[in-house]
């Protein structure tokens, strides 16, 4: 496949078949089975090891999404269908099973002569895809991220360790709503002055105290977003 540029939201299934895939900015040899997402006014290409291949593809107008505002709000709000986020997961058998499913289930309603609630129901079967998309997302992108930090920490101060920690911690208690995200809260709990904390963690990680922080409030408002239909302004306040 040349390079190109598309204005649709391209999801493509590989089951059979390996080459390397060009995305935007990012470069991946891919690997089946495999699933990746193309987000519109990226530039593509792909090219395939050999002719030897069996994909699921599924293009998704721009303008399908605006008309239904479940998939609008999931895609806004979660990084994998943004430019250069969008890199390829490998994916178990099991995994492969269940997504190859849902692409049959939107294919066979396109093509079906039952033309009544058709559109909602494909509707319906691609946000699935979506939040299967996303909890793969979680296995494989996420975690590893996470892992890839703890292991960095291991090579740093404990107090940024601890502050990290802290952080996580705090964001999984039932009480979070109510906790204070600020620099001197966090600085207090780790008995340290909340400028030595930020330069240490600014030295050790790279990133000082509040942008620990802001980053920290962006992911759980982005988390409320996808649990609850409240308006955006009371999801941040």
Known sequence: MPPFKHNFYGIKLLIKGEG??????????????AIYVSPP???ASCVMKDDDILEYALAI???FVENHLKLK???????????????????EAKELEELMTIFDCIYDEY??????????IMASAI???FMKIKRLHQKYIVATNILDEVNSLKKVDTLSNRF???LQEENQNENSETIEYNIAYYASKLAVHQNYLSSRLKTETGKSAKEHL???IIHTAKTLLQQTDLPIKKNCV
């Open 214 to 216: 802001n980053a920290k």
């Open 41 to 43: 006014n990226q530039i």
């Open 164 to 166: 990290l920690t802290l």
């Open 73 to 91: 709000k999931f895609i806004s709000v979660f990084d994998y269908f943004q430019a250069d986020k969008s890199a390829p997961m490998v994916v």
């Open 127 to 129: 946000l699935i895809l």
């Open 20 to 33: 390397v895939m060009r995305i935007g900015k990012w470069k991946q040899t891919l690997m089946s089975p």
């Open 111 to 120: 093509n079906s002569d039952e033309r009544e609630g058709s559109i909602e």
């Open 61 to 63: 107008s721009v303008k």
